[in-house]
């Protein structure tokens, strides 16, 4: 390890030892700790796709109305196992399509379309990084929540979503900026607030490998062998994420023709203090990309 490895390893690896040992109790108990990465839904898989399909369902309700799938032909783009996919589906949509580039996810969305008891179900499709397998104008709704900082080739996604939408359409879009503290995704490892601000990423991914190898770290489902043992050959080069900032996707709306509707950004949750600095800074250009949690886009056509 360099001295910025070092540094990093050595103000994480006592936060992680903290975190896991009390997550040793508290995952059968499903039980929350307050700290980066403590997820217990994060060591069983099923655990996991049940919080995420929670966690979706709600970002929806707190944001959008019911009403604006209804009677809708919806896109679910980055669909994952289909949670949403299927709630856009229960709340009245005319047609749903679920998209993914993980074919693990959309084989469990097929396999549950046929023990769901549904007059109109969605259907689902592997789809390729580039492009959107459908004809122009074919939907009215298009719906990317927790996807869009995983999109590496996002403005020639955005012309195809711009193709795929219908004239009076709209996209909704839920997303957390890259500078968000935790906007690496390195949680488990990196429980430290806004570290790919100060570190590089060779330095992060060389703290994750010696973080993950700890006998402290508990492995998470997506880091387990078929018999629940910790992987030893994973590797580690980064969050997968684009590093896409606000001021960078707005502008990127602009130069594709889209035109944002509804530009939404929500403050930190938590102490009544953190609230209050999150909701001043993220008024502020220069700090609002780091004191912004998430976003909710609507996006439509500009003409």
Request: glycine share 6%.
């Amino acid at each position: 390890m360099n001295v910025a490895e070092h540094i990093c390893f050595l103000i994480n690896k006592p936060m992680v030892i903290s975190r896991d040992k009390h997550l040793i109790d508290a995952a059968a108990k499903m039980a929350t700790i307050n700290m980066a990465g403590s997820n217990p839904a994060t060591f069983d898989k099923e655990s996991y796709s049940d919080w995420r399909k929670d966690e979706q369902i709600q970002q929806y309700d707190d944001h959008f109305p019911r009403s604006t799938v209804s009677g809708k032909r919806v896109l679910d783009f980055g669909c994952g196992d289909g949670a949403l996919s299927f709630y856009a589906a229960q709340l009245g949509a005319s047609r749903v399509v679920g998209i993914d580039l993980i074919e693990g996810d959309i084989l469990k969305a097929k396999a549950r379309v046929l023990v769901e008891s549904m007059d109109n179900p969605p259907t689902f499709q592997l789809s390729g990084k580039d492009a959107i397998p459908f004809e122009d104008s074919s939907f009215d709704v298009i719906l990317c929540f927790d996807v869009l900082e995983h999109i590496f080739d996002y403005p020639k996604i955005m012309l195809e979503w711009k193709r795929v939408l219908a004239p009076e359409g709209r996209i909704l879009i839920y997303w957390q900026p890259y500078f968000h503290p935790y906007g690496h995704h390195l949680m488990s490892y990196i429980p430290m607030p806004w570290a790919h601000v100060i570190f590089s990423d060779r330095t992060l991914a060389t703290t994750c490998k010696a973080i993950y190898h700890m006998p402290e770290y508990q492995p998470r489902y997506w880091e387990q062998d078929e018999k629940g043992n910790k992987m030893t050959d994973r590797k580690f080069s980064g969050g997968g994420v684009n590093g896409l900032t606000i001021s960078g996707f707005e502008k990127a709306v602009s130069q594709v023709g889209l035109k944002l509707l509804r530009n939404e950004p929500h403050p930190f949750s938590g102490p009544r203090s953190i609230r209050a600095l999150s909701s001043m800074a993220m008024r502020l250009p220069l700090l609002r990309e780091f004191f912004t949690a998430y976003l909710i886009y609507e996006i439509g056509h500009a003409i």
